[in-house]
């Protein structure tokens, strides 16, 4: 009564005209429907009605993309025909369905079709008079059978402008504005009108009903992924050095506020939660990381078995990195030399697009560089040059080592410059290897678009503790001498830890707890052993507990042993332990302050929970 009549009922929360009431003109009828839209929730609204054509403006990102007429299900009279029989012709037509399997839904009878009859003096066995219209709901909508004429090329300018207005008020770049107007074609200030609803999730079918051909799908996919769709992504090969540069880049990114996802040999980690455990680099931990709906950029690291076992898991990637290329892994897989153990890291450099991070003085690797196909090639050296490249058509970055700074150039210009001791993990520049390694995680944060700030941000807050870089150069206190935790499992390993053992800790006696996977050659053991009697001087040796190929558990640790007597090991330095506990504990009971003592994982939570259950002090 306080509106004035007529007036429209309709639910206060609802869609596809259900409980909606229109041009209702007594009081029994909005208490008739009232009732109605009850039924579909508490809130019930009530509106002026306003005379006119029901449009649907779709408004992408501010602007009209579509006009639509929505008109009401009808029938038209042949002067033969009932009623009852044109809705049955009509709901033959093809277009027409159930479910909204078709673009267009079936006429169903109902009461509010008996009420529209009434009003036009019809019932469903009247015949209807050649070409006179029949209405057979209240409303437009198209899942209650309604059709729809495309205006979009006619819609008045002062119309578009009131329906872009009315879009703006919504948090969404596409949004359907029901507009109320006897002509779209004629300006809302002459003809009045009303926009009497915003969706905001818009259902398309009015428009696909009124122009099949219009394509609405292209610019509404476009205006949700501006760019290609693509998770940036960034890949980590190499002998050495995989994991650690792989934390260190997603320590970097982090810092952007961007989640990050990514795979190493300890498991995958989305945004800084670890969701799975274990050796997880290849192409089902990539597959698990690019899925994940989180994730805004990736960070993998991608080994040999990886590759040969289930691919990369991605087709290409912005940035690659191979850090280095070792004799380790050969005459497992079907690869038995260097050169094919390049070929098969290889294809993490051919995968990137953008960026492709090589190691200076890894030949094997400069080889690969006729074959690339990024845009760009960054060599990092461990000196103020690199080689010259000969033929290279993009553009040639370096990150080098000069003066103790790390410098990262993009030809000429210089993008960064920071000194190697500030970044905590290189023990003030003594960790050679993690010098190196913050040089390739440097260059690729580059790669993926991080600014130099933010580069020198997350590099230098990252550090080598269990949290951080899980079982990679861990340095534990609680004992009276410095304990160790690192995955060391190469000649080039034993070679890089000596020499930072002799920098950091001069002078001081070394004691390892020395374990190697049992499926390498008898030359891998020999040059590793070899190499591990000249770094260390007490070994205290016990199996895997996985097994993986040629020898025993128990045949490579004995086998460890008779190499480390053979190289010169006064058997009194030399044990040799059924499980890790007792290896671990008769070590750190033999060690005496002024000692290092160095604790070779196999799974770094296990490690750490044996060592503090010898030493629940342990930190």
């Not at 369905?97 to 019932?123: C, P, S």
Request: include cysteine; proline fraction near 5%; glycine fraction near 8%.
């Amino acid at each position: 009564e306080e509106i004035g009549y007529p007036v429209v009922v309709k639910p206060l929360e609802g869609s596809k005209g259900k409980g909606v009431a229109v041009d209702l003109r007594e009081p029994s009828s909005v208490a008739q429907a009232f009732a109605a839209a009850q039924q579909y929730g508490e809130g019930v609204l009530v509106e002026r009605f306003i005379p006119g054509d029901d449009h649907r403006i779709l408004v992408l990102d501010g602007k009209v993309l579509a006009v639509a007429r929505r008109q009401p299900a009808h029938v038209i009279g042949d002067g033969r025909a009932t009623v009852q029989a044109l809705v049955d012709a009509e709901n033959a037509n093809p277009k027409r369905g159930e479910g909204f399997l078709r673009v267009m839904q079936k006429i169903k009878l109902d009461a509010d079709t008996q009420r529209q009859l009434a009003n036009q003096n019809l019932r469903l066995d009247s015949v209807v008079a050649p070409g006179q219209v029949v209405r057979l709901k209240g409303t437009a909508n198209m899942s209650t059978g309604g059709s729809s004429l495309d205006l979009t090329a006619v819609i008045h300018p002062d119309n578009r402008s009131a329906a872009e207005a009315a879009a703006r008020l919504c948090d969404g770049n596409l949004v359907g504005v029901d507009f109320l107007s006897p002509d779209i074609s004629r300006s809302y200030r002459e003809l009045g009108g009303a926009i009497c609803e915003l969706n905001m999730c818009p259902g398309l079918r009015p428009h696909q009903a009124a122009n099949p051909a219009q394509d609405l799908g292209t610019p509404i996919v476009a205006s949700y992924i501006k760019d290609s769709g693509r998770i940036p992504t960034a890949s980590i090969t190499g002998t050495n050095g995989k994991t650690t540069t792989t934390n260190m880049v997603r320590s970097i990114l982090s810092r952007s506020g961007l989640s990050v996802g990514s795979a190493t040999t300890s498991g995958v980690f989305i945004n800084g939660e670890q969701v799975r455990k274990g050796d997880c680099a290849g192409g089902p931990a990539a597959q698990r990381v690019l899925d994940d709906p989180a994730v805004e950029v990736a960070v993998l690291e991608t080994a040999r078995r990886g590759i040969l076992s289930h691919g990369l898991g991605y087709d290409r990637c912005e940035v690659s990195a191979i850090t280095n290329l070792g004799y380790d892994h050969l005459g497992i897989d079907g690869v038995e030399t260097i050169e094919q153990l390049a070929e098969v890291k290889g294809v993490v450099a051919r995968s990137s697009r953008d960026l492709t991070v090589l190691n200076a003085g890894c030949a094997l690797s400069l080889a690969l560089i006729p074959r690339l196909r990024s845009q760009r090639l960054c060599l990092v050296s461990a000196t103020p040059v690199i080689p010259a490249v000969d033929d290279w058509p993009g553009s040639l970055l370096s990150c080098t080592l000069a003066g103790g700074n790390i410098v990262l150039r993009e030809g000429a210009v210089e993008i960064l410059r920071l000194p190697a001791s500030d970044i905590p993990a290189t023990f003030n520049g003594s960790a050679a290897f993690n010098v190196e390694n913050a040089q390739f995680a440097i260059a690729i944060a580059h790669g993926l678009g991080a600014p130099a700030e933010q580069i020198v941000s997350g590099i230098t807050h990252f550090d080598t503790s269990f949290e951080m870089n899980k079982g990679r150069c861990n340095v534990f206190r609680g004992f009276e001498f410095p304990l160790l935790m690192d995955y060391v499992h190469n000649t080039e390993g034993f070679s890089e830890l000596g020499r930072f053992l002799e920098t950091h800790y001069p002078g001081r006696r070394r004691l390892i707890n020395m374990v190697l996977a049992n499926n390498r050659s008898d030359d891998f053991y020999q040059a590793c052993v070899a190499e591990a009697a000249r770094q260390f001087d007490a070994f205290y040796c016990y199996p895997l507990t996985r097994q993986d190929a040629r020898l025993t558990n128990m045949e490579t640790r004995d086998r460890i042993v008779e190499l480390l007597l053979d190289s010169g090991v006064p058997q009194d330095r030399v044990f040799a332990f059924d499980r890790e506990e007792e290896s671990l504990k008769a070590m750190t009971n033999a060690a005496q302050q002024g000692d290092v003592v160095i604790a070779i994982n196999e799974d770094a939570d296990k490690t750490l929970a044996l060592l503090r259950s010898i030493n629940p002090a342990l930190h």
